[in-house]
């Protein structure tokens, strides 16, 4: 963090008046959201060669059913390796402060939402249909740590594009499968 202010002050970034339009703070952020996302898939999917899953990884997956602080207990090279792809957008565009605060508490809501272990009505993936959330990468910590897939932060495109969200997306068709017949059951049993 001490270093980050620095290197954040050279690449641009401002704290003075006037603050940025709020098009400005929009795009910034969702730029930084899809930069993050694809670097941090590359990462993720690297942390789980066996090598790094097994010395450094493995901290993060302890839990198998993760809850919120999970999102932020990893190794510290981890925190190192995959903070790089948290930072390296406001290094890139040198936004306003108040731009870097929001998008910082943004991305920390955003993993321990996902690290929740819950699968709330109100969670984004319910509205936005490229949102993994926490349904999506709790798959990610129950599964055998070389095919677990799932690698995404934040979206599920890159996970999509790459297959490795093959078993993920075969585990939630026969979970629909299988509620269909129960209700088709149900609605028979009724009917009698």
Request: charged share 20%; proline share 5%.
């Amino acid at each position: 963090m001490m270093i980050s202010y620095p290197v954040f002050k050279h690449m641009g970034m401002r704290s003075s008046l006037p603050l940025p339009s709020w098009k400005v703070v929009v795009s910034q952020i969702l730029f930084y959201f899809i930069l993050e996302d694809f670097i941090f898939y590359w990462g993720h999917r690297i942390l789980h060669t066996k090598w790094l899953y097994k010395y450094v990884h493995s901290v993060h997956h302890e839990y198998a059913t993760p809850f919120g602080l999970t999102s932020e207990y990893a190794h510290p090279a981890e925190i190192l390796f995959l903070g790089f792809a948290t930072i390296i957008g406001p290094a890139i565009t040198g936004p306003h402060l108040v731009t870097l605060w929001l998008w910082m508490v943004l991305r920390v809501l955003e993993t321990v939402e996902a690290h929740c272990g819950y699968h709330f009505p109100w969670s984004l993936s319910n509205f936005l249909p490229l949102y993994g959330g926490a349904d999506f990468h709790d798959y990610h910590h129950r599964v055998l740590y070389t095919r677990s897939g799932n690698y995404s932060s934040t979206f599920v495109y890159m996970d999509w594009i790459f297959g490795t969200d093959r078993g993920y997306r075969k585990l939630k068709g026969m979970l629909r499968e299988s509620e269909g017949r129960q209700m088709e059951e149900k609605r028979q049993m009724e009917e009698k």
